[in-house]
C-alpha cells in the first residue's frame, strides 16, 4: 500500500479545516492590506509587540527561578511546586476570572489598591496592561517551571560535581555550568512563551475585552472583533496575515538566531 493512503486520515482534515480556509484568508485578505494600516489597526500590532516583549522574559525567568527554586524531591518543596503549576491546569477563562473578582472596585484588594493609588486598574490604560500582562505571565509560569525541572534533572552529574571540586560556588556553577547546559530547555521555552504571547487572548476577553481606549487590544483580539462584532471580514483576513507573517518572521528570522547559542551536546 502506498505512503501517502497513511497520510489520508490526517491529510484530508488539515486540507479541509486549515490549509484552504488559509487560503480563502489569503484571498480575502491581501486587498484590504491597502487599508490595513489606520490608526486602531496600528495600536494593536503595538500592543501586541509589547505584550510579547514583556510576557515572554518574565515567565521564562519565573519558570527558570521556580525550578531552580524548588527543584528537590521534598514534600515540601513538591507543595509548593503544585501550587505554582495549579494555574497551568485552570482553564485561562476561570483563572482571569479570579483577577477580575480580586481587582474590581468592591473587591477584596481594593483597600491595597488604594494605598497604592489604583482605584481601579482595569478601568486605567497602564492598569490594564500591566493586569493581563501580569496574569498571562502567571498562567504559564508553572509550565515553564517544569520544562525546567526536566532539563535541571537530565544534567550531568559529574560536571556539577566537578566544579564543586574545583571549588567554583553557587553562583559560578549555574553561570558556566548549569545555563549553558540548560541552553536546549531555555531555548524551547522561549519558543512555546511566544507563540502562546501571540495567540493566547482568553484572559484579555475577561478581563479587558480591549480596553480601556485598545489599551489592551491585542492583535488577536481585534481580528476577532473585527470578524465577528463588526463583520468586517476582509479586515479581519488582513489582519491575519499580519499575524501569519509575524509568526514567519518568527520561525525564520528569529529562530535562527536564537539557536545559535544552544548546546545540543551535554
Known amino acids: 500500500m502506498p505512503l501517502w493512503v497513511w497520510l489520508l486520515p490526517t491529510g484530508i482534515p488539515l486540507l479541509a479545516f486549515t490549509y484552504l480556509p488559509a487560503l480563502r484568508i489569503a484571498l480575502e485578505g491581501f486587498p484590504a492590506l491597502s487599508k490595513l494600516f489606520n490608526g486602531e489597526n496600528l495600536n494593536s500590532l503595538k500592543i501586541t509587540l509589547l505584550y510579547t516583549l514583556l510576557t515572554v522574559p518574565l515567565s521564562v525567568l519565573l519558570g527558570l527561578l521556580a525550578a531552580l527554586a524548588l527543584e528537590g524531591d521534598n514534600r ?12 497551568v491546569v485552570l482553564p485561562t477563562v476561570a483563572f482571569a476570572a479570579v483577577f477580575l473578582y480580586l481587582l474590581n472596585p468592591l473587591g477584596p484588594l481594593q483597600a491595597s489598591l488604594q494605598a497604592l493609588g489604583l482605584q481601579n486598574p482595569l478601568g486605567d490604560p497602564r492598569g490594564a496592561f500591566l493586569a493581563v500582562v501580569v496574569v498571562g505571565v502567571l498562567k504559564d509560569t508553572g509550565i515553564y517551571m517544569l520544562y525546567y525541572l526536566a532539563g535541571l534533572q537530565n544534567l550531568p552529574k559529574e ?5 564543586r571540586v574545583d571549588g567554583a560556588g553557587r553562583l559560578t556553577t549555574f553561570l558556566y555550568v548549569t545555563w549553558p547546559l540548560l541552553s536546549p530547555t531555555t531555548f524551547f521555552v522561549t519558543v512555546m512563551a511566544a507563540l502562546g504571547a501571540l ?44 499575524l501569519l507573517v509575524l509568526l514567519t518572521l518568527l520561525a525564520l528570522v528569529a529562530l535562527p538566531c536564537l539557536e545559535r547559542g544552544v548546546h545540543y551536546d551535554a
Open 159 to 163: 560536571l556539577l560535581d566537578a566544579a
Open 76 to 87: 515540601f518543596r513538591q507543595f509548593v511546586r503544585a501550587l505554582v503549576f495549579h494555574p
Open 199 to 242: 495567540r493566547n487572548v482568553d484572559h484579555i476577553f475577561i478581563l479587558t475585552k480591549g480596553g480601556p481606549v485598545g489599551a489592551t487590544d491585542h492583535l488577536l483580539y481585534r481580528i476577532y472583533t473585527l470578524g465577528f462584532e463588526y463583520f468586517d471580514f476582509p479586515s479581519a483576513a488582513a489582519l491575519s496575515l499580519t
